[in-house]
């Protein structure tokens, strides 16, 4: 059964809807027809900062932080909603400041960071002024397994000396992205798990190198963007270590649980928006003598569409609850099933969408590919669905065994 949200989270939610048509959905190809006037698309289009300004003032802004010293104080299941709203546009998480990595490493700061660390990074990140990036998968090995990262930091006197090459560093290439959360190994010979740190490196350290971006299925993901990023002998103080030597693992999975619940949410609201388009081509369209919403085929696949993103959205939620009742660990089975079900309900969802705009579906004159591309690298993003069947399939075992 689901929760009753508080006074609270239904305002909340109120004011977003209401934010999302007037300003977000009108200002999508705004954004896009910005981004390219210049000779780069690796710059800011001003519209977005204006947006951020005005989610800023009306109190739309960091929903996604449980504390109410840095955010609104909402519950995983509480800001779950809100989060699938955002999921409607793809520019629409930055504009609330809930975009990630930046959402995963403000909460890093805030769980593990020091009083200075929080006040050099988590500020400005917490008012929208810099953004980040997190350095974790390397091109060289298979990094569903993070045991695999061969990245290397090594303490030399008062500082610490980091070698890695890393792939996929999401929001390198923004020019606002001012530090980097980099995991790397400290200790070859210690256990298993505890081989690994993080440690943080301003972006304009001596050494680290931006190799190229990376696009995703042809989209560039401007100014935003995912990047090669190599350290090459990049010197950073003994201070900027993250809780400790051997402490990767366990800041991970910290980081991990409450960004899978959003990952998802937003995949669901992205599946919503798909079968929203989809019904208003269907009632546009004609062919063969009828409307393409009076066929029995469409109706068809409306119906399996609404019927997989209520189970999703029901599943995430339960997740969401469950971590805020009992925390990530214990929702461990949860987050795994909703990371292997929900990319899979959103492409569904987007893909007969696509289907039925025929054409226009696979072009940028709708958003329709834009989110499937998103919803496919969803189905990597945070592992791989097959490492999340595994972990689902043993803890399944254990739990009917006992």
Known sequence: ?????????????YQLLKFMDEYVYPNEQVYEDQLNEGESRWVVPPIIEVLKEKAKA???WNLFLDDEEYGQGLTNYEYAHLCEIMGHSLIAPEIFNCNAPDTGNMEVFIK???????????????????????????????SSDATNIQ????????????????WWTSGALDPRCKIAI???????????????????????????VVKRYLPVFGYDHAPHGHAEVHYNNVRVPASNILLGE?????????????????????????????????????????????????????????AESRIEI?????????????????????????????????PRVS?????????????????????????????????????????HLRDVGRLEMREQLK
């Open 310 to 342: 209520e189970q999703a959205r029901l599943l995430t939620l339960h997740a969401a609850h469950k971590i805020d009742m009992a925390g990530a660990k214990a929702a461990r089975k949860e987050i795994a099933m909703i990371k292997i079900a929900v």
């Open 182 to 208: 980099v995991m790397g190994k400290t200790d070859s010979n210690a256990q298993k798990h505890q081989q690994q740190s993080m440690i943080l490196v301003p972006f304009d350290t001596p050494g680290v």
């Open 112 to 142: 593990y960071g020091t009083d200075e660390q929080k006040k050099q990074w988590l500020e400005p990140l917490l008012s929208g002024e810099i953004r980040s990036c997190f350095s974790m998968t390397e091109p060289d090995v298979a």
């Open 151 to 166: 990245g290397s930091i090594v303490r030399d006197g008062n500082e610490y000396v980091i070698n890695a090459k890393k």
């Open 347 to 387: 492409l569904n969802v987007i893909d007969r969408a696509i289907q039925v705009f025929g054409g226009g579906g696979v072009t940028e004159d709708f958003p329709l590919a834009a989110h499937w591309a998103n919803a496919r690298t969803l189905r990597l993003v945070d592992g791989p669905d097959q490492v």
């Open 246 to 302: 051997g402490r990767g693992f366990e800041i991970a999975q910290g980081r991990l649980g409450p960004g899978r619940i959003h990952h998802c949410m937003r995949a669901i609201g992205a599946a919503e928006r798909a079968l929203e388009l989809l019904c208003k081509r269907a009632e546009e369209r004609e062919a063969f003598g009828s409307k393409l919403a009076e066929k029995d085929v469409i109706k068809e696949i409306i």
């Open 58 to 60: 009306q109190g739309l």
């Open 1 to 13: 059964m689901l929760k009753d949200l508080s006074y609270k989270s239904e305002e909340l939610k």
